[in-house]
């Protein structure tokens, strides 16, 4: 895949998994108090650095995004382990992950558009 194409479908990437995982953060402060629930968390770094290769190009058929379960974190007596206070601040790096994406794709963009309305 060319260069303009590769930077553009890795932050359509980024944006997708982004979404998802404000989605999944959501669920997490939704199910504070539910007995036995576990939080989630996505996956998507690990796997687009596992599809990249040496040069940087990336095969995006193996980036796809994931929830999963990390149980790494305390669990309460009733079998619950969301802590509001990491759920806000993975929500808050999350929003600031997305604006990035979307800031640099309109980048993008407009750097095309202004290269096809060169006379």
């Known amino acids: 895949m060319d260069k303009v194409g590769n930077t553009a479908s890795l932050l359509a990437a980024g944006i997708k998994a982004e979404a998802l995982r404000q989605r999944t953060i959501a669920d997490n402060i939704a199910n504070l108090e539910t007995p036995g629930y576990r939080r989630g968390a996505v996956k998507f770094e690990e796997l687009l650095a596992k599809a990249m ?56 963009v407009k750097r095309l558009d202004a290269i096809i309305d060169v006379p």
Not at 53 to 75: A, F, H, L, Q
């Open 53 to 108: 290769d040496s040069r940087g190009n990336v095969d995006m058929s193996k980036v796809e995004p994931v929830v999963y379960e990390p149980r790494n974190t305390p669990v309460n007596a009733n079998g619950n382990d969301v802590n509001l206070e990491t759920e806000v601040g993975e929500m808050v790096k999350n929003s600031l992950r997305h604006k990035t994406f979307v800031l640099l794709l309109h980048k993008k």
